[in-house]
């Protein structure tokens, strides 16, 4: 097994992110935790490249259907369909159209469980119900029925990997070999080191 310190996740910067100016201050909350940044570009992706990024994870329609469900369910309202594979591809629709809407930043993160610390740092999916503290529950409003009802996707700022293996099969689909650097960082000394020696003079 790698070190868990080895850990990287892929995060994205959607277009509202940019837009709201917001690019400095979501690198600053990850980066304060000790996470090393490995790469960072601006693009514009097409639709097929953000329908891909998706659909590299097998279920994903049908979760994202069922997780859209299941919250008009907790709120005791009707959701616009019972089938969640018919709402995952609505999803799907709204998603590529906000998601080339403008450019966005892609990133990677390094660091003792990267995928974990940056989803908590993010917080939920709908920023109704993100937790206060989060980036999606401290600068953004959106919730499923504002979505529902202008027909669009839900607008959270970021996309991060869920798990190792999505962040596995994410990097790579966004980023060329050469576009990650592999460095040190003075500061993983002290984040890591076993014996923390040779502080003293
Ligand atoms: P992300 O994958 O973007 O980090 P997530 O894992 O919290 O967020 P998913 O359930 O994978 O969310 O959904 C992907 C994205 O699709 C969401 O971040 C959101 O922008 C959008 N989305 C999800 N469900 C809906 C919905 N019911 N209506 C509109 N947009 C939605
Ligand atoms: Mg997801």
């Known amino acids: 097994m790698s070190h868990p310190k080895s850990e990287r996740t892929f995060v994205f910067i959607k277009p509202d992110g940019v837009q709201r100016t917001l690019v400095g201050e979501i690198v600053r ?10 790469g960072l570009k601006m693009l514009v992706p097409t639709e097929a490249h953000v329908e891909k990024h ?11 259907g069922e997780k859209s469900i299941e919250s008009y369910v907790k709120k005791g309202k009707k959701p616009p369909s019972d089938n969640p594979l018919v709402v995952g591809e609505q999803v799907m629709e709204r998603l590529k159209k906000y ?14 469980h990267a995928v974990g610390i940056v989803r908590k740092l993010t ?3 709908e920023p109704l ?19 529902d009802t202008d027909d669009r996707a ?30 040190r960082l003075v500061q993983e000394q002290i984040l890591y080191d076993v014996n923390l020696d040779g502080l003293l003079e």
Do not use: C
């Open 99 to 112: 998601l080339t809407s403008g450019p966005f930043v892609a990133m990677v993160w390094q660091g003792a």
């Open 29 to 38: 909350r990850y980066e304060r935790t000790g996470l090393k940044l490995l």
């Open 154 to 183: 839900i607008r959270n700022l970021i996309h991060a990997s869920g798990t190792v293996e999505e962040a596995e099969a994410e990097i790579p689909h966004w980023f060329k070999k050469d576009e990650l650097v592999t460095y």
């Open 54 to 64: 998706y659909m590299l994870h097998p279920g994903w329609k049908k979760t994202v």
């Open 129 to 147: 119900s993100s937790d206060v503290g989060t980036i999606r529950g401290d600068f953004v409003l959106d919730s499923y029925v504002m979505a």
């Open 123 to 125: 917080g939920g999916t």
